[in-house]
């Protein structure tokens, strides 16, 4: 069983070798690391080319973000499985041992790891809440981290990421749904990768008109899907909810307040009983306080 462990990555020098280097440390050995360099301007290429182990390979195009560089990866890829992983993440060294595991005991098409979430100093800023059923769980907001989720090849090769540059950020959401609307998707809640929440990180810089045009985006066309549309059915109100308070709530906290406020109308339309959640009462918290 080999495993394909595709990168992409812009402008993380500051992070991209640490990343490889908690990779090569696997317990398990058959793998490659194909690191997408998407066109950095900063020191990345350098870092990775003084990395001397045959099983890293490097690769770099220009600029088209993330989804683009995803789908290039995966076609030079040669595992039987394609793991992608963002480049300022760390993984722990049994990452690939357990996706072994996983798929000696179950043969699953697609499947998903846990994973926990510190900050830059290695502190646990949280532990997400254990996944159930990842099908079932989607359509009310992204479970998954990139950094675990495993793809059969010829899966992956047939569903690709969209390379739409203004959904960047959304896009493994929306492939995701997609994914989980054709194929039944295991979960292993074993944590063997760490998101690392730092100032750089895109998701959490807000530009007030990408975002929205990000997300309505996404919700666009998850509902022209066929797919999804065909397995989500009556729960498709749920992704209209998840969008419109996610905007919310990221506005909000980002002093945009009065478009915020538009979105978080928005989405107690949709669904009335939006006011008895924990996202809605964490919004009026950020707006009042």
């Not at 490097?58 to 290039?72: C, Q, S």
């Not at 532990?127 to 998954?144: F, R, S, W, Y």
């Not at 989980?180 to 295991?186: F, G, N, R, S, T």
Request: a positive charge.
């Amino acid at each position: 069983m080999k495993f394909s462990i595709v990168i992409p990555t812009y402008n993380r020098a500051d992070f991209i070798g640490k990343t490889i280097e908690s990779l090569l440390k696997q317990s398990y050995s058959n793998f490659e690391i194909i690191v997408v360099d998407d066109g950095s301007t900063d020191a990345t290429q350098s870092i990775v080319e003084k990395i001397t182990d045959e099983r890293v390979f490097y690769f770099k195009k220009a600029n088209a973000e993330r989804g683009a560089a995803r789908n290039f990866g995966a076609n030079k890829s040669n595992g039987d499985y394609i793991n992608f992983f963002d480049s300022d993440d760390l993984a722990y060294e049994h990452h690939l041992q357990t996706a072994y595991e996983t798929i000696t005991h179950y043969q699953p098409p697609i499947f998903h790891l846990g994973f926990d979430i510190k900050s830059p100093e290695g502190k646990i800023v949280r532990t997400p809440t254990p996944i159930n059923n990842i099908n079932k769980q989607l359509i009310h907001g992204n479970v998954m981290s990139c950094n675990g989720v495993f793809i059969k090849k010829d899966i992956a090769l047939k569903n690709a990421f969209s390379e739409i540059r203004e959904l960047s950020a959304s896009e493994d959401y929306l492939l995701w749904l997609q994914l989980a609307a054709q194929h039944p998707i295991l979960n292993n809640n074993t944590i063997t990768s760490t998101i690392i929440e730092h100032d750089q990180r895109s998701v959490l810089s807000i530009n007030k008109e990408a975002l929205i045009k990000r997300k309505e985006l996404m919700l666009k066309l998850a509902l022209e899907d066929s797919h999804i549309k065909n397995f989500y059915k009556e729960q498709l109100t749920q992704l209209k909810l998840n969008t419109y308070s996610y905007i919310a709530l990221h506005l909000i906290m980002a002093k945009e307040k009065k478009t915020g406020v538009n979105f978080l109308k928005r989405a107690v339309r949709t669904d009335f009983n939006f006011i008895f959640s924990k996202r809605f009462l964490a919004t009026i918290k950020h707006l009042l306080f």
